[in-house]
């Protein structure tokens, strides 16, 4: 079965560094698109960003301060976070990308999430 | 960037009602639209993707529709464990892929 587990996730101050990441199994990590989606208290989903063998993408709000990267022998996706503010508090989640047709997805396995709160 | 509008943002139901939300988006999207359920504490699951398709796995009481502009999730006779907040997203123009801000269905 696949799954995806993120870790990472704890309390840190305003301007701070986290590093996030998300162990997938049951399924060819490398023949995949990743993402980070994450979903802030009281709000919506918000795409973070994806990586896939020819391209990474990061938000806008996100990008000089986000990194998304993968090692995919060890089955694992990353997300590295600086300057972190206090709107980046939320729950992250890793998702696999399925593809529709050539160039459009719809996101098919997700883990179960891992909280990011940025606070003095 | 794609804006997708859902109504309503919440809803009351009981237990066998047909329930309908409806997804929006800022300029023709085809039929690259799926919709996905999200329950506290646990992954996000994906419903409907490309507009109809039903997902492995998810009971068929769930069906999408439409295309363009105006997309619909409807799910006949609500189940218990059908209480959870919906999302639609599009995955024509990207990136950014975009979600709707979600609609909540809560027990009447």
């Known amino acids: 079965e696949a799954q995806l587990v993120e870790s990472g996730g704890g309390l840190v101050q305003p301007g701070g560094s986290l590093r996030l990441s998300c162990a997938a199994s049951g399924f060819t990590f490398d023949s995949y698109e990743m993402k980070w989606v994450r979903r802030a208290p009281g709000k919506g989903l918000e795409w973070v960003s994806s990586?896939?063998?020819?391209?990474?993408y990061i938000a806008d709000s996100m990008k000089g301060r986000f990194t998304i990267s993968r090692d995919n022998p060890k089955n694992s996706l990353y997300l590295q976070m600086n300057s972190l503010r206090a709107e980046d508090t939320a729950v992250y989640y890793c998702a696999r990308s399925y593809m529709i047709g050539l160039a459009h997805d719809a996101f098919d396995i997700w883990g179960q999430g891992t909280m990011v709160t940025v606070s003095s | 960037d794609v804006q997708l509008t859902q109504s309503p943002s919440s809803l009351s139901a009981s237990v066998g009602d047909r329930v309908t939300i409806t997804c929006r988006a800022s300029q023709s999207i085809s039929r690259y639209l799926n919709w996905y359920q999200e329950k506290p504490g646990k992954a996000p699951k994906l419903l409907i993707y490309?507009?109809?398709s039903l997902q492995s796995g998810v009971p068929s009481r769930f069906s999408g529709s439409g295309s363009g502009t105006d997309f619909t999730l409807t799910i006949t006779s609500l189940q218990p464990e059908d209480f959870a907040t919906y999302y639609c997203?599009?995955?024509?123009?990207?990136?950014?892929?975009?979600f709707g801000q979600g609609t909540k269905v809560e027990i009447k």
């Open positions: 997203q599009q995955s024509y123009s990207t990136p950014p892929w975009t």
């Open positions: 490309a507009a109809s």
């Open positions: 990586i896939s063998t020819t391209a990474i």
